[in-house]
């Protein structure tokens, strides 16, 4: 049985050295870096989404399916301020699917491919007797702002976070989230941003891929956490906060006067969040207002488990 | 009911016009091409690869399957005559997989990136309660040498093709084919290719989309055709070396001088045969020695059917 696909990722990172001048950005941030003789980063990510584990077609209509297979894409390109340029999209189908259904599930790539300027270039359709699988892979460039990696988090920075966090699956939010790419790119062209991340598997574990790949610690403030009204009515709100995932929101870190003046002069409307403080060594908890402190535990989604 | 990817795809790419600054290849190519903002053309594919589809994994290795799923688009590359730069693979694991069988597919993945020095810089895995999908896309560049297309194909241009065709299903040479991106580089430099595609589909299927790119007939002769062992020995050799799929070898045009100039001083090792002819009008057919004629009817494999 597989443990978990972070073991396997590790192991994966381990079987080759990548030539930096080659990968400038190797795996372990939300996109890898090509450095295509003299043309500049290319950034690439791919994500497979699945029926069952990522959305479910018993709910989830085609059209909303097809928007978030791109939106979880154009959100990986948000985690790196990168500027998306065009997107492929690979659509194992169910064979018992109308042309209908196929039509509606690329209306919804269209969907997500035009708000954000990122066409749609591409693809492969293939049928199957088995359930829905689409993957997409976006190609974005770093446009005039210096990609913002997972590895630049610095003890003493502020934690940020934007938007609200929790209930994403309950509210049906993960159907139609805004990627925050515009967000990003205002934010990386306001304040030097240190370490950036999309809140796709939770807090808990993202802001822990951070640490991991910055070699730091945190602590996070678990007053100030923004709630969604779905995580402040759920039975465990910080919980929600924390592990539900599929936020698609972004958590930075960068000098706390950085944060101050974000804070003060935002160059975005969506709510910006001080949640916390990036530490030395490598522990990660949770402060509350009474100065008790818990181990902050990754509990995101994790596909394996 | 689906009746064909084809009507799909065709049905996609009515929905958008692409800017051809941005998008110079739009789809319909082996890859499409960007061109990101003064740093050249990148080009792109991408290939979800399907258990009980494209291979199965009862008979198949981890190892094979992860060969091919990077080899078939490895072979896009040298479709496009371009240079590999990258390649990402996302998969959907059967959940009941061991770590093993994982690490396996790996291997795969990597004997076809180290063979052709195509590192893999990303990836994405989750499992789940389904068969094996896995996808990848892979990123290449002109680098020197000006991508090939399927449109450029004239009247009057020879038909060739590399090695030989039919009974790749059968003989288990889809799991292992050598991607033949050194051979069309090399054979595009020799010569002035005006269109090329690589064989996934069978000859029949993948000349007709030439055809159909480039506004052209063909003529293919029949007696001419190389045919592999596996081929020779079928039941209908002709038809093995036609519609049977999974060749991975080059179809390109180019003009009958430089036909006869390839086949006099080849460029590369691998056999190169002039099979047919290209024809004005848009009829394409069989020419048998006899004078006889047959329609060239596309009998590949389509997925749908």
């Not at 050295?17 to 690439?44: E, F, R």
């Not at 790419?181 to 951070?210: C, F, Q, W």
């Not at 930075?252 to 709510?271: I, K, M, N, Q, Y």
């Amino acid at each position: 049985m597989l443990k978990s696909e972070t073991s396997l990722i590790a192991w994966i990172r381990q079987q080759r050295t990548l030539d930096p001048a080659a990968v400038p950005i190797p795996p372990g941030d939300d996109m890898a870096g090509l450095n295509l003789a003299g043309q500049g980063l290319v950034l690439v990510t791919t994500d497979i989404r699945l029926d069952g584990v990522h959305f479910r077609t018993d709910s989830a209509s085609p059209r909303q399916i097809g928007y978030k297979a791109v939106a979880v894409s154009l959100s990986d390109a948000a985690a790196m301020a990168s500027q998306p340029r065009g997107v492929v999209v690979a659509v194992a189908l169910p064979r018992d699917w109308s042309m209908e259904q196929a039509r509606e599930l690329t209306q919804g790539l269209l969907d997500a491919a035009d708000a954000y300027d990122c066409p749609l270039v591409g693809g492969d359709v293939t049928s199957w007797g088995q359930p829905l699988a689409i993957n997409a892979t976006l190609i974005s460039t770093e446009s005039g702002i210096a990609a913002v990696r997972r590895n630049g988090a610095k003890s003493g920075d502020a934690i940020m976070v934007t938007g609200e966090l929790g209930g994403s699956l309950a509210s049906g939010r993960h159907l139609t989230f805004p990627p925050r790419v515009r967000e990003a790119r205002a934010i990386a062209a306001a304040a030097n941003l240190h370490a950036m991340i999309d809140i796709s598997d939770g807090l808990s574990t993202d802001l822990g891929n951070i640490c991991d790949e910055s070699g730091v610690g945190a602590s996070v403030y678990a007053d100030r956490l923004p709630l969604t009204a779905t995580a402040k009515t759920s039975a465990d709100p910080l919980a929600a906060a924390l592990n539900d995932g599929e936020d698609f929101e972004l958590c930075f870190t960068c000098s706390p006067e950085d944060a101050e003046r974000l804070l003060r002069d935002p160059p975005v409307a969506v709510r910006l969040t001080w949640i916390g403080a990036v530490t030395a060594g490598c522990e990660r908890f949770l402060a509350f207002p009474d100065g008790r402190r818990e181990p902050l535990v990754p509990r995101g989604f994790e596909h394996f488990r």
